[in-house]
């Protein structure tokens, strides 16, 4: 079993709508939770960034961690079709971060 | 622009040949990370150097080594090279050696091996 498991998608959803993204993970010991989005397989880049349970927001980007169910989520509000690309979900202990497969999005005009 | 740059962009080499990528970090990061995106395996990490010392490991293979300068650049060294190597090769840095922190990428190396 990975770490880290996202579902690859891809997910296809038409402009406007909510895009919502998740992550389960098996380690108790991650302690800090990021989103990074990728374009085109260029450098990933970072969405959110949180720490403890709870939701954080940043304009249209929503980030969830439920660490007593071991599960975060993303979500988009008014998703654009600038907004696609493949978002990963990433997690760290002490040291390394470990990513999920990443999630391709398609935000249709 | 994250502020880390990687050269060269592209790669093309062949099998049994050796490479080397070449990445610089923010300035002020002390720690380079550099991590494998292929497309069946996702992003791996591959090693971390903090300050010039190895700081952490992942699942590099022993064809591949890495160091980091007293500039705090660093170089991923793969030899032996194989087809199954060809990939994206990310390097990424944070300013502490805690994996936890927020770490910013570079554009990648695309490496293709023949």
């Known amino acids: 079993q990975k770490e880290v498991e996202q579902d690859p998608g891809p997910l296809s959803v038409p402009e406007g709508a909510i895009v919502s993204l998740n992550c389960t993970y098996s380690n108790s010991a991650f302690q800090y939770f990021m989103w990074y989005r990728q374009y085109s397989r260029k450098g990933p880049e970072l969405l959110m960034y949180?720490?403890?349970?709870g939701n954080k927001e940043d304009g249209r980007f929503t980030a969830q961690v439920d660490k007593s169910s071991k599960y975060i989520s993303l979500f988009i509000r008014d998703s654009q079709p600038s907004d696609s690309a493949t978002y990963l979900c990433?997690?760290?202990?002490?040291?390394?971060?470990?990513f999920g497969a990443g999630t391709t999005v398609t935000v249709r005009a | 622009d994250s502020g880390v740059t990687q050269t060269p962009k592209h790669l093309i080499t062949a099998t049994g040949q050796r490479v080397t990528l070449r990445c610089s970090p923010r300035s002020g990061d002390l720690s380079v990370y550099w991590y494998q995106q292929s497309l069946d395996q996702g992003l791996q990490f591959l090693i971390q150097?903090?300050?010039?010392?190895?700081?952490a490991k992942g699942n590099i293979l022993e064809r591949f080594s890495a160091q980091q300068f007293p500039d705090l650049h660093s170089e991923l060294n793969l030899s032996s090279l194989e087809l199954g190597d060809s990939a994206l090769y990310f390097c990424?840095?944070?300013?502490?050696?805690?994996?936890?922190?927020?770490?910013?990428f570079g554009p990648g190396t695309r490496l293709l091996v023949l």
């Open positions: 150097y903090y300050n010039g010392e190895e700081r």
């Open positions: 990433a997690m760290s202990g002490d040291y390394k971060l470990s």
């Open positions: 949180t720490y403890s349970s």
């Open positions: 990424a840095s944070s300013p502490g050696a805690q994996g936890g922190e927020t770490q910013y």
